[in-house]
């Protein structure tokens, strides 16, 4: 644990894992897309729309995932004050908004042609959105405080609110009655997904997850290149005149 | 450097005391309070529970009933029920329907009663299933009824 906690360690580890992950990246879309858009049956019901969901699914998964991981971070954060931890949080948020975003845009798409419409404010077209605004108040609260440390723990408490958030998207079509369908992968009874469509399913979550990896652990190296940069910075003013 | 253990084992125990009381509390909340005003739409069987008056405006929604859809003489209008299992609600529509609208398929609509229980729909959306299939395969469960106060579907559901 501590020995992640160390900055330089960090980044030598993000290095060995850097290239293996964008490979991984690279074989996954490469397969994924593939598969997606070629090597797949159209659905008995929806025809060639199902396709979407190949794009779709894997982003809402990722959205949640990568709220969990800032979560996390912020947790960590909080409790052990790991300078790296809030680093953490902050890398893995942007990237969490942009699958969120991803999921609303291509499930709008595929809604106007299938249901009708474009949005309904059920629970759990509702909850992503909600999702969406959390990532955007937590980078909010980031740039809106000068102070790294204190704006750190402000969007940190922001993250672990919003963490309610989670089990409501993923059980609101249980709960309460929604225009989204039920859940078709992660059930009780087994996925009611045809094998034909689940290959594309998981190759393309797979790529999405090993993308993640890849912004994670890039910005992350910024993050820790930037606060080092500044330390610099400041020791350079604050020297006595001559002293170089 | 005990002291400092200390403090980080009580900020461990009040963080997490707090995250976990939160999330307990708002969901009890939700789960309790919320249940049916977070619901987007009633089903047939609702309607007779909720005594749900004419020209009340609400949304309506459950399985297309097999064997109910026609079109009416004017040629605009159709006609269908919705069905829950427990009770059928006949439903009248003027307007282009989506495309995943079928019988057997689930749909939510908008609209009102008018006096003779008709539910006057002024829009229709298809609800889609949870299945993915090609075409030609047998589904997992297809056109199956399901209500979530239903005990008895639900376990054909899952048994499907």
Redesign the interface.
């Given at each position: 644990m501590h020995r992640f906690a160390n900055p330089a360690q960090f980044n030598r580890l993000a290095d060995v894992i850097l290239p293996w992950a964008i490979g991984a990246m690279v074989l996954l879309f490469g397969a994924g897309l593939y598969y997606a858009f070629w090597a797949s049956?159209?659905?008995?019901?929806?025809g060639e729309s199902?396709r979407v969901?190949y794009i779709h699914v894997p982003a809402a998964w990722l959205a949640m995932f990568t709220y969990m991981v800032t979560a996390a971070a912020s947790?960590t954060a909080?409790?052990?004050?790991h300078p790296l931890a809030l680093l953490a949080g902050k890398a893995a948020a942007p990237a969490g908004a942009v699958f969120t975003a991803l999921a609303l845009l291509t499930g709008m798409l595929w809604g106007k042609?299938?249901?009708?419409?474009f949005w309904?404010?059920?629970?759990r077209l509702t909850s992503v959105l909600v999702l969406f605004f959390l990532y955007l108040g937590y980078m909010a609260l980031w740039q809106a405080i000068d102070d790294e440390e204190k704006a750190g723990r402000a969007a940190s408490i922001l993250a672990?609110?919003g963490?309610?958030n989670i089990?409501?998207i993923k059980f609101s079509v249980d709960?309460?009655?929604?225009?989204h369908?039920?859940?078709?992968v992660i059930?009780?009874?087994g996925p009611?997904?045809?094998g034909?469509?689940l290959t594309p399913l998981l190759l393309m979550a797979g790529a999405y997850q090993a993308y993640f990896v890849v912004v994670f652990l890039w910005r992350m190296k910024l993050e820790i290149n930037r606060r080092k940069l500044s330390v610099a910075r400041q020791a350079m003013m604050h020297a006595p005149v001559g002293a170089e | 450097m005990a002291g400092l253990q200390t403090r980080k084992k009580q900020r461990l125990v009040v963080v997490s005391l707090a995250v976990t009381t939160l999330v307990g509390a708002s969901l009890l909340v939700l789960l309790a309070l919320g249940g049916d005003s977070l619901s987007l739409f009633l089903q047939p069987s609702d309607i007779k529970d909720r005594q749900v008056e004419t020209g009340q405006h609400f949304r309506l929604g459950g399985l297309v009933e097999t064997g109910s859809f026609s079109r009416l003489d004017d040629g605009l209008t159709y006609r269908f029920a919705v069905t829950d299992c427990l009770a059928t609600q006949p439903v009248e529509f003027t307007g282009l329907l989506p495309d995943l609208f079928r019988e057997g398929q689930g749909v939510v609509t908008e609209g009102e009663l008018n006096s003779s229980g008709v539910f006057i729909a002024s829009t229709v959306l298809a609800k889609h299933d949870e299945n993915y299939r090609p075409p030609g395969t047998m589904p997992k469960a297809e056109g199956q009824c399901s209500h979530p106060n239903d005990q008895a579907a639900a376990a054909s559901y899952t048994g499907g």
């Open positions: 049956p159209p659905d008995y019901q929806q199902v969901m947790f909080l409790v052990w004050r042609p299938m249901w009708g419409t309904v404010w059920d629970g672990l609110v963490v309610v089990p409501i709960w309460w009655s929604t225009l369908q039920p859940a078709s059930r009780l009874d009611t997904i045809d034909s469509m | -």
